[in-house]
């Protein structure tokens, strides 16, 4: 590393021309493409691609999250100093045909399948991206979980933490283990290929009828509903776990080597049949699976944070890797293990691996020096994407000749408080997107979280998504500990934590014998739009110096109510991103039951708007039966 750090900064000093260090980040090609510019080190822009696509978790080469990034820094292509890709696509192509030749002739059509987009871009990632950016300076190639491993620890607040990552694979770690100090990494042990938790993980979402990549998040959120009556099955049949939390899979039961599916004709037996069509009705077997499934990936996470400590010695855990999002096990890896402070990436999975690859070429190529700033995170509350001025808002809905008022800052939030008290669904737009899959008031749905209506009306009339989902709340970091079982930040949306006991509604003897999804409408709390099943809650706490806007917001509705809590879901309808601009946002509005929209300075009323064609065959189209 030493040799390669050296050449490579000796050639930056060759080619510098000011004081200036630009490095562009770049994820592609496995799923949630990134890309990302700091500036000496310091954050300056990041976005997914998907945002400016519309096509969700989109894979393909990020140009246009790279020609945002690029601009927003206010530098061209030629400025760039270093670019980091996030793995090393010939180690990778590596563990493909490994893969393939060891389950021949079984994985021919998946190997088929595979082949061409390796041979047409994935192997000349190099002069692909000289090529689309006009670059002729030097590339990196970070390991994968390297980038994940700097994404987790460069951002964080701490100077010295032990560091974990978890996700489905890269080259062929699935999880690793190392300590971050000051400008330096040193992963200390993995797990490789096949024997992973985020394929475990991935393996259920695509048996319970869900989409493998995207549909994690309800499997996690359907374990509630369900008792944990397969764990043991698991663990006898297709997984051993040690006491340091390493494991092997049983490969009899998965096809993800080699096929097209994730699991097999074994794995159908031993769970008593097929898996559920997607969109077709959840049974109480599919939520006792989910909850099976959580329970022991919960029990892995804490074996492998207790091992990691014991090896480690460190006080604070970061955390990055797909399986990271697992909000419920973080949560639990924070109250019941042996770190005191935990820090996760918001962006954890593939797309902050751009921000990661990016560090790495920072710290670790060019050996720079890391100071911390008054012990909080440098990750600038991840509003790092494109952000709209009240003029470019303004010739948007010029261009449309739609109804909208301007108002002033405070008048504008004493009207959508006082509309939210009135139990309105209001699309708030506001300041720079979020950087990773979670909206954190910048593009977010809000709500009356006292309601008892709001998480079902959301659900089907705006979302359109399945009833059983939860919704997060977000909640004023200095009343955080008035509502929820925590005393940490969560900014990120990315711990979960248990509603306060006195907040809670005594359950009656008959609601008691109430059993799986039956169990949804009933009010469990003085917040019952945000209490899930389980007393508990995905929460954002909202911070006044990363987004005063919305913690004003909130502190006004506090003001009206009493309470110091909304809900908080993204910006967008089942199987599309999260909105970018204020035409995406707009659209969104009108093709869903929201009430009101606010963009930037502009309120927007559903009542005024002319409701297009287009709008109402679209809804057509996504309204669940």
């Known amino acids: 590393m030493a040799g390669k750090r050296n050449s490579v900064t000796l050639k930056l000093k060759d080619n510098l021309n000011t004081k200036n260090i630009y490095i562009l980040g770049i994820s592609a090609y496995y799923h949630d493409s990134a890309a990302c510019i700091i500036k000496d080190g310091e954050i ?136 971050g100090k000051g400008n330096s ?14 394929l475990l993980y991935s393996a259920f979402t695509y048996y319970t009828g869900f989409k493998v990549n995207s549909g994690e998040y309800k499997v996690m959120g359907l374990a509630p509903y369900g008792e944990p009556k397969y764990k043991k099955l698991i663990y006898d049949h297709l997984i051993d776990v040690k006491d340091d939390g390493s494991f092997r899979m049983n490969m009899e039961y998965f096809n993800y080597c080699a096929g097209l599916t994730m699991t097999n ?55 990055a890797g797909g399986v990271a999002l697992n909000c419920v096990a973080s949560g639990k890896l924070l109250r019941e293990g042996p ?55 303004h010739s948007f809905i ?57 998480q079902a009306q959301m659900n089907i009339k705006i979302k359109f998504r399945e009833g059983f989902r939860p919704f997060a709340p977000s909640v004023l970091f200095e009343k955080v500990s008035d509502y929820f079982e925590i005393e940490a930040e969560s900014p990120y949306m990315l711990l979960v934590a248990d509603i306060r006991k006195e907040k809670r509604r ?3 003897s008959e609601e008691e014998k109430l059993w799986g999804i039956e169990k949804l409408n009933i009010v469990r709390s003085e917040i019952p739009a945000i209490t899930h099943v389980d007393y508990s809650a995905r929460l954002q706490t909202v911070h006044k110096e990363t987004n005063p806007r919305y913690h004003k917001l909130i502190e006004q509705f506090e003001k009206d109510t009493g309470c110091a809590i909304i809900i908080n879901t993204s910006f967008n309808v089942r199987g599309e991103p999260i909105v970018c601009t204020p035409e995406d946002a707009y659209k969104c509005f009108m093709r869903t039951d929201m009430d009101y929209l606010v963009l930037g300075s502009y309120l927007l009323a ?18 669940l039966d």
Not at 280 to 299: G, H, I, N, W, Y
Not at 374 to 392: A, C, H, R, V
Request: hydrophobic share 40%.
């Open 265 to 319: 004709s074994n794995f159908n037996r031993l769970f008593g049949g097929p898996p559920r069509v997607p969109e077709s009705k959840l049974t109480q077997k599919d939520m006792d699976l989910a909850r099976s499934l959580q329970d022991v990936t919960e029990e892995i996470v804490m074996k492998m944070g207790n091992h990691v400590y014991k090896e480690t010695r460190c006080n604070n855990l970061t955390l």
């Open 506 to 508: 005594p359950m009656t």
């Open 44 to 179: 300056i822009a990041a976005a997914q691609e998907e945002r400016f696509t519309r096509k969700k978790h989109d894979h393909r080469f990020p140009k246009y999250a790279i020609d945002f990034s690029l601009r927003y820094a206010g530098i061209r292509s030629s400025d760039l100093d270093l670019v980091a890709f996030y793995d090393k696509p010939f180690l990778k192509f590596e563990r493909l045909l490994e893969t393939y030749l060891t389950f021949a002739p079984v994985g021919i059509k998946s190997f088929i399948k595979a082949m061409p987009l390796w041979i047409k871009e994935k192997l000349w990632i190099k002069d692909l991206i000289q090529k689309q950016l006009d670059y002729k300076g030097i590339i990196i190639f970070p390991e994968h979980h390297e980038s994940h491993a700097a994404s987790a620890f460069y951002p964080s607040p701490f100077d010295e933490a032990a560091i974990l990552t978890m996700d489905g694979v890269g080259e062929w770690t699935t999880s690793s283990f190392g300590i």
């Open 398 to 454: 010029q261009s449309r000749t739609l109804a909208a008022n301007k108002l002033n800052d405070d008048n504008l939030i004493k009207k959508v408080a006082e509309l939210l008290a009135s139990e309105k669904v209001i699309g708030w737009f506001d300041g720079r997107m979020e950087f990773g899959p979670r909206a954190l008031g910048a593009r977010s749905i809000i709500g009356d979280a006292r309601s008892p209506k709001m």
């Open 606 to 623: 559903k009542e005024d708007q002319k409701l297009l064609k287009d709008d109402v065959d679209w809804k057509k189209e996504f309204v």
């Open 339 to 393: 770190f005191e402070n935990i820090w996760i990436q918001p962006a954890a999975g593939d797309a902050g691996g751009s921000l990661g690859a990016a560090f790495v070429g920072w710290y670790n190529y060019l050996g720079n020096s890391r100071t911390l700033d008054s012990n909080s995170d440098s990750q600038k509350g991840s509003y790092l994407g494109p952000t709209f001025s009240d003029d470019e808002i």
């Open 185 to 198: 990494i040193d992963l200390l042990a993995d797990i490789k290929f096949p024997h992973s938790l985020g």
